[in-house]
Every structure is written in C-alpha cells, then in structure tokens.
C-alpha cells in the first residue's frame, strides 16, 4: 500500500490494514499512558543462584559461545527457582523431597557444564 503496488497474492489482499496501530493514538491509547518499566523485578532463590554461580565455567568469551550448554544451565536454574516457589507455597522448604530435588538439579546442571562442549556452527 505504501508504494502503491498491487497485492501478491490473496493473503495480501485480504490482510488487515495495520495503518492506525502506527499513528501516535491507537484506539485512545496513548503510549504514555501505557505504564511500564524497563527494570527486571525477578528475585532468584538460592539454589538457582548455586546453579546460574556454574556460568563461569562456560566459554562466554564471545556472543554465541558454548551457547547450547548456557541455555540448558539457564533453564535448570530456572527450574530450581520454580521448585523453590512451589516448595514455599507449599511450606515444604525443609522437606527431604524438596532437597533432593534441588540436589538433583543441581547435579544435572554440573554435568551439563563438565561435559565437553559442542562445537558451534559459528566458525
């Protein structure tokens, strides 16, 4: 529509105009009275924190290095914090269960960071 040129094909055709959604007022909505913030507001537990403390080990020393071990530290870390959270509305931070969960994560993500690194497709 910008260039004046005609559809490609139906999907095109039949799209929906997305024209109004870049003007300056979308439906009343201002994008100052949008209220956010641009701070993260996530507190990880301390088992978390142990595991994510495994990072250092990592070849970070350029973007995308050893990247598919960092993503699967981050996501055990992740999954220690979601224990904790459940464990504590739960009232079972002191239960022999919850430690063993947390003993085995942490156990896991220690393997994923002693094992030898893929090679990376990057070079």
């Known amino acids: 529509m910008l ?3 005609p559809p490609n094909n139906l999907g095109d055709l039949f799209a929906t105009d997305l ?3 870049f003007q300056s007022t979308y439906n009343g ?3 100052a009275s949008i209220g956010f913030t641009l701070t993260a507001r996530y507190t990880p537990s301390q088992e978390g924190e142990r595991i994510w403390a ?3 080990q990592l ?3 350029a973007p995308d ?9 981050i996501r055990v870390s992740l999954k220690a914090d979601e224990l904790h959270a459940d464990a504590a509305k ?5 239960s022999a269960e919850y430690k063993k969960q947390q003993e085995d994560l942490f156990e ?3 393997r994923f960071v002693q094992g030898s690194a893929s090679k990376d497709s990057d070079g």
């Open 3 to 5: 260039l004046g040129l």
């Open 19 to 21: 024209r109004d959604m």
């Open 29 to 31: 909505i201002t994008a």
């Open 54 to 56: 495994l990072v250092h």
């Open 59 to 61: 070849d970070t020393s």
């Open 65 to 73: 290095r050893d990247s598919r071990r960092l993503g699967a530290l």
């Open 90 to 94: 739960q009232n079972r931070l002191e």
């Open 108 to 110: 896991a993500a220690t």
